[in-house]
């Protein structure tokens, strides 16, 4: 973990070679988590605070806010497409565009509770696999790879944990 890097707080995702049961549990669990934790890293904000980049050039904490959602959207999509469907091919997004989209300038609460209740159910569902589930693929038109759900459940753990901390980090260094 990089704390100095602020692109990358809590370092790149790192594919295991396997995954074990533990493991998956707690990635189950940061998916749960976050957005209770997202909710409290932006509390007292203000639209000012919100309206600040975690890092130059990057994204302001709102906008992190509701890219998380609209990531973790498509996250869930993709997951039972998965389920469903023998290796889907998934509909990638440009997040950045979608990033410069007008509802982005929206009060993070919005977000906030689409984040809720999709974290809910994406944790609910997850939790409720059977064994043989988490072997199932899609795949992804833009990285051309393969995705296994088991790995793909630790990248949004990551993926989550990592936009957490670019709001938390950035409010250390700025004494929020």
């Known amino acids: 973990m990089n704390s100095n890097d602020l692109r990358y707080p809590i370092g790149q995702f790192v594919k295991p070679a396997q995954v074990d049961a533990p493991t998956l549990a707690q990635w189950i669990e940061d998916i749960a988590q976050l957005p209770a934790q997202m909710a409290q890293a932006v509390v007292d904000l203000d639209d000012a605070q919100l309206d600040t980049p975690y890092r130059p050039a990057g994204w302001t904490l709102r906008q992190v806010v509701h890219h998380t959602a609209d990531s973790h959207l498509n996250a869930l999509c993709r997951v039972k497409l998965a389920l469903t469907e023998e290796n889907p091919t998934i509909k990638p997004y440009e997040e950045q565009l979608w990033a410069d ?57 990551w993926h989550g944990r990592h936009h957490l901390a670019h709001i938390t980090h950035l409010r250390q260094r700025m004494g929020w």
């Open 101 to 157: 989209l007008p509802d982005y300038q929206l009060p993070v609460d919005v977000s906030l509770e689409l984040l809720a209740q999709l974290h809910r159910r994406w944790a609910y569902l997850l939790r409720h696999l059977p064994a043989e589930a988490w072997a199932r693929t899609f795949y992804h038109p833009a990285s051309q790879a393969t995705s296994r759900l088991d790995i793909a459940t630790g990248m949004y753990s």
